[in-house]
């Protein structure tokens, strides 16, 4: 990634220069690349190590020649093609009605779109289950009949209800960003409003479409918490690894298997890097002219919107099963009025846990956000050695499936890390772990988070002129108070959505941390799973709620703290 | 002006950038040599992509030269940071800080030195009072003009006092109508304030009225330093001929030495001696310049006859253009009231004032 130039070494003289002038902003680069590369790189890397080693090799030839196995990777990749397309159809609609529709209830449709981002990864799930399932109240209690849900069917249902929202939110970007002028042309020329759609709009959507679509075939074929409570006997890879590890205690086995799954995810990555970014023709930053045509033809209309309702019903649906689940004895089973779940989990098995997840990810909010911001500073704003690398590496944190992360934590911080007698990175991960295995949850909650602060950072800073800062430095200021004064200030939006991302996902991460907690360290999604795996849907949805209302609150104080002070992105645009 | 101190010093600087391809080298800035008097006026003027940015960006720090030192004062800040450098730029989109008041955009410099906050107010007071921004400092950027918003720009480099004031095209985003009354806004006030000023266009009547001297710039390199008058009347270069003002050269003059810096010419058919400004080589040509509005219209049969092509008449002058000698020339006639207006296809006569002619090396032979 580093791009040696010509006269590299002149160059390398030159920057080395710079860099000692300013001792803070190689603290920064040299803090964010050491950040990286131990709590990314190294554990990847030990992963990779561990499953070519002498005892790892043999299992690879063992695992893809064998029929069970072969069918498990088939099986994840069918899962991550169906989710992903499924998942883009299903967005693009939902960015369809937003844009292109005239139709009541939008505010409305976007909120229940946006629902599924904060649940935690298991409650759509078991409220499927609960609606649909062999006993479900629906199949069984309304249709009368015996729906096995377990399995592909049931998995894609779940998977796309939970990450259709990824698609929505990049297609709708896209398409509001899709100059109207080019419609207008269209029609100019004499096209109606499906050829404008077959020839102008969706190639120029294409990028966005196949972007959509790799996104949501890397989280379904990273996914574990759907596998695990739907899958039945169609098994995919991350179920495997989980398998392999928590059951089998293989460790060797576990990391063959990652980096057979760490391939497709991989492979999505760069194509997504390289390929999509180079032929988008839609530049997001563009101010559209003029207002988007809508829609008026009344088939089209009404159909495509009876489909979103539909949906936003089916939404409304589960989250109305998990909350009303949470207040019943056995869900599914006895109706009965109860606030025993709550009891159960707040004064009983959850109470810690609730106080020590709530508590890491509070801890590990404000780094990721933070480290977000610098390193996108850095990387947009600065120049130095190894800046498409910094970015490369920290992405990986959330391109590799959590799974992998986790079972390389355990392969490289259960020892201490040292020269000799000389310890420099403690042992992290288990029970004897530092602060009982806190700090590997918390450095995998900020490796997981760093990446969309990073880009929602970037995004904001290639939107800002750099003269701003330059004014700063031009009247005194250094690179820091320029960061702090002016940079930080204007993008407090990115800022804020990076917050809100990093506390959400922290408090409904799953993969990554399930190798990881302790009997110390407590973490909700993991005793949710319990729950569930254990049938005791009531207490895993009271579970639930309680998460989303600690993820919805948090979200307010973030808004009061972050939002609230000066509001500079209102002020942004006659700045200029 | 040769009494006056140095103030800045660019001593062979040459900046070099990867191409966007990253392949080869563009020479942005090509060893330049300048030397910036204190106090004084100076303008870099030349077509886009010249170089001048990447000057004005070398001076405050914000590009290390390739080669070459800089001095400030006598020392060399070649490898300073740009905060460090005693000096205030003001952009061309003005670069305000959008969440920030007029009064904090102006005061942030001085708060970032740590001025105590009484001097800080009673300052700010005082640069907003001078540039007529009284009464504005709480709004914000987007609640200004863009006059204003210059003004604003202007104020927040002023006061700091910075040994010297750069500007970088301010006034290329305002209508003309503003443009010009901003010109003579910052004309008025680094005449009255005295602070060193290296001003950056490629619009040639701002440099001429705003400049002690001119550089004129291009690919990189300096064509020609001077006061505006002497970089009008006397361009060592059809470059800078042409780029200030409009001219018309009468290509393969020839002339023969009067003596060391004096030729005798036949132009238009009048013979007469005119200065020559660059060493002359016996048996060569030379190439006469003239501005339009040195050429004269006459009905008078002595002269040499012309036809004219095109006559536009634009209020306080009239442009008419000719051909003579299969040569376009254009004449600029000032002042319509007094002198007759010629038509289209009318015979007059040509003429023109002797002092006014120019000679320049002939660059049409190799
Ligand atoms: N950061 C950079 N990287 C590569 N090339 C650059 C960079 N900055 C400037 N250049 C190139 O250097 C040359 C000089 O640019 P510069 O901006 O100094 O011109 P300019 O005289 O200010 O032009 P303008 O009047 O258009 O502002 C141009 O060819 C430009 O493309
Ligand atoms: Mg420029």
Redesign the interface.
Known sequence: MI?V?NSGQRYAA?YL??LL??PLLSIAIIVSVMFVLITIVLPLVAMVGESVSESGRPLFQQYLSSPVYQTIIANTLVLGVLVGMVGTVIGFLFAFVQVKLNVPFKRAIHIIALVPVISPPFAVATAAIVLFGRNGTITRGILGVRYDIYGLDGLVLVMTLSFFTIAYLNLRGMMEALDPALDEAATNLGANKWRIFRTVTLPMLLPGLASSFLLLFVEAIADLGNPLVMGGNYEVLAARIYVTIIGLYETTGAAVLSVILLVPSLTVFLIQRYWINRISVVSVTGKPSGTPQSIDHPLVKWTLYGAVLLICGLIVLIYGTIIHGAFVQVPGVRWDWTFANFDFVINGIGSQAMRDTTTLSALATPIAGLLGMIIAYLVVRKEFWGRNALDFGTMLGIAVPGTIIGIGYILVFNTPIGIGDLTLIPKLTGGQGIFGGALAIVLVFVIRSVPAALRTGSAALSQI?P??E?????????NA?TFR??TL??IRPAFLAGLIYAFARSMTTISAIVFLTTPQTKIMTAQILNEVENGRYGNAFAYCVILIAIVMAAIGVLYFVVGAQ?G?ER?????? | MQQRAVRLKLENVSKSFLDRDGKGHVQAVDHISLDIYSGEFLTLLGPSGCGKTTTLRLIAGFEHPTTGRILLDGEDITGQPPNKRDMALVFQNYALFPHMTVYHNVAYGLETRQMPRPQIQAKVAEVLKLIGLEGLDKRRPNQLSGGQQQRVALARSLVMEPRILLFDEPLSNLDAKLRVQMRSEIHRLQRRLGITSIYVTHDQLEAMALSDRIVVMNQGAIEQVGTPEEIYRFPTSRFVADFIGRANFIDRVPYQLVDDDRAEISLLGRKLVVPVRFPLRAGQHVTAMLRPEALVLREDASLMQVTIDEAMYLGSEVEYVVTFDQQRLVIVQQDPRISRIFKEGQTVGLDFLAEAVHLLPDQTVV
């Open positions: 791009t130039r030159k220069n710079a002038k300013d002129d003269s701003i330059e004014a700063s430095i031009s009247l005194g200021a250094d108070r004064r002016i200030p204007l000066t500079a002020r942004l645009e006659g700045g200029r």
